[in-house]
């Protein structure tokens, strides 16, 4: 405690270290609060993930081995209501021939801003093989037509598969392939989008190793065609507290700053 003369000859005690601690802590508080409010004006941003289905693709199609050993050649399946990838056998003309699938979707939904997070490729399988083999899933590097296609007429593609799932005969279900690597490519431009091709991992003269799936003209419903589930991420901004809150918290602080001074106007030191 300490005293401060007032006018005339009497004295009062005055809190001095209650009041400035007081003061101090109001004032502190106050600019703690012009601090947040002017950071909340600097635009920030938070990763927001979202889901999107593509579906149906925009081409699709398969091609077979089997024609370049029958008499009637090869003619594009495009239109067909199946997509057969595997081996198989034509017992009327005893031939044997490997299937592949090729599928391509229209990704322009996705625009530069968006981060692929994970692209996985779903084709609902209405028949499937004697027994379980595995499928593989390749990078397309040249352009194709699914009115065009044959099997003496197809692109290249990466030698390695970029997923693989097994396949047995469980029918009337959902197969899928973990491709994240391609749409990331193409995303970031890394090479051009020619789609996706489907085949057996070991294609040779055996038959009953084909699985069959709906294409985009299948005649079960859209909702049975091949789809892409990706999951992208992009960044959003956080909503700002509207600049007027700085201004009123400005005043509060001017206002504590007065009231405490007032407090002490009148003492003379």
């Given at each position: 405690?300490?005293?401060?003369?007032?006018?005339?000859?009497?004295?009062?005690r005055?809190?001095?270290?209650?009041?400035?601690?007081?003061?101090?802590?109001?004032f502190?508080?106050?600019?703690?609060?012009?601090?947040?409010?002017?950071?909340t004006?600097?635009?920030?941003?938070i990763?927001?993930?979202?889901?999107?289905?593509?579906?149906?693709?925009n081409?699709?199609?398969?091609?077979?081995?089997?024609?370049?050993?029958?008499?009637?050649?090869?003619?594009?399946?495009?239109?067909?209501?199946?997509?057969?990838?595997?081996?198989m056998?034509?017992?009327?003309?005893?031939?044997?021939?490997?299937?592949?699938?090729?599928?391509?979707?229209?990704?322009?939904?996705?625009?530069?801003?968006?981060?692929?997070?994970?692209?996985?490729?779903?084709?609902?399988?209405?028949?499937?093989?004697?027994?379980?083999?595995?499928?593989?899933?390749?990078?397309?590097?040249?352009?194709?037509?699914?009115?065009?296609?044959?099997?003496?007429?197809?692109?290249?593609?990466?030698?390695?598969?970029?997923?693989?799932?097994?396949?047995?005969?469980?029918?009337?279900?959902?197969?899928?392939?973990?491709?994240?690597?391609?749409?990331?490519?193409?995303?970031?431009?890394?090479?051009?989008?020619?789609?996706?091709?489907?085949?057996?991992?070991?294609?040779?003269?055996?038959?009953?190793?084909?699985?069959?799936?709906?294409?985009?003209?299948?005649?079960?419903?859209?909702?049975?065609?091949?789809?892409l589930?990706?999951?992208?991420?992009?960044?959003?901004?956080?909503?700002?507290?509207?600049?007027?809150?700085?201004?009123?918290?400005?005043?509060?602080?001017?206002?504590?700053?007065?009231r405490?001074?007032?407090?002490?106007?009148?003492?003379?030191?």
């Amino acid at each position: 405690m300490s005293r401060v003369r007032l006018e005339g000859p009497q004295y009062i005690r005055i809190p001095c270290s209650g009041f400035f601690m007081n003061f101090t802590i109001r004032f502190g508080l106050s600019i703690i609060l012009i601090v947040i409010i002017f950071c909340t004006q600097i635009p920030q941003t938070i990763g927001v993930q979202s889901g999107i289905v593509i579906q149906p693709p925009n081409a699709d199609t398969w091609v077979n081995s089997m024609y370049l050993h029958t008499k009637y050649p090869e003619k594009p399946h495009g239109y067909l209501w199946a997509l057969f990838a595997g081996n198989m056998h034509y017992k009327l003309e005893d031939v044997f021939g490997s299937s592949r699938i090729y599928l391509k979707f229209n990704l322009s939904a996705i625009t530069s801003e968006y981060q692929i997070v994970s692209a996985i490729l779903k084709l609902y399988m209405y028949d499937g093989p004697s027994s379980q083999h595995r499928f593989d899933i390749h990078i397309v590097n040249g352009d194709w037509n699914e009115n065009l296609l044959i099997w003496a007429t197809q692109p290249d593609f990466d030698e390695t598969p970029i997923d693989s799932t097994n396949i047995d005969s469980t029918a009337n279900r959902w197969i899928s392939w973990n491709v994240t690597k391609a749409m990331e490519g193409w995303h970031l431009g890394k090479y051009d989008d020619h789609g996706l091709m489907i085949k057996i991992n070991k294609e040779m003269n055996v038959s009953d190793e084909i699985v069959s799936f709906y294409p985009k003209e299948n005649v079960a419903g859209e909702e049975f065609a091949p789809k892409l589930e990706i999951i992208v991420e992009g960044d959003t901004e956080i909503p700002e507290i509207p600049l007027y809150t700085f201004p009123m918290f400005l005043a509060c602080v001017i206002f504590f700053a007065y009231r405490s001074f007032r407090k002490i106007e009148k003492i003379i030191p």
